[in-house]
């Protein structure tokens, strides 16, 4: 099954609203990207092998999430950073968490993170 991960600072201590603006960031990120590789975007986006699954986990630091992001490049995965705009909650240019491409491998450098 292929899903899409999508980490998310805690230290930020946002509403959540801006969380759930911060998801959506991060299925834009997914489509703007989705020429990269194409054949797992779309086995993400059909019904029977992903069903635009979005996985929704939250990490404690900058610090942390740059770690989390370094392993999953090193596993050959892309991520992408979310970043916000800075229009209410946040300065601009904020690194809010990180948008993993879809993929159906289970990834153990995850396992340890809490979903949000």
């Known amino acids: 099954m292929y899903k899409t991960y999508i980490i998310l600072r805690e230290d930020l201590s946002t509403s959540q609203s801006k969380l759930a603006v911060q998801v959506g960031h ?69 690194c809010t968490g990180i948008v993993v491409f879809p993929t159906d491998l289970e990834l153990k450098t995850l396992s340890k993170l809490r979903c949000l």
């Open 26 to 94: 991060a299925t834009d990120l997914i489509w703007l990207n989705r020429k990269l590789d194409h054949k797992s975007f779309e086995l993400w986006f059909e019904k029977e092998t992903g069903d635009r699954r979005k996985i929704l986990l939250k990490v404690k630091t900058f610090a942390k999430l740059q770690n989390i992001k370094a392993a999953l490049i090193k596993q050959g995965l892309k991520c992408f950073d979310i970043v916000d705009s800075g229009y209410t909650e946040l300065e601009k240019d904020t």
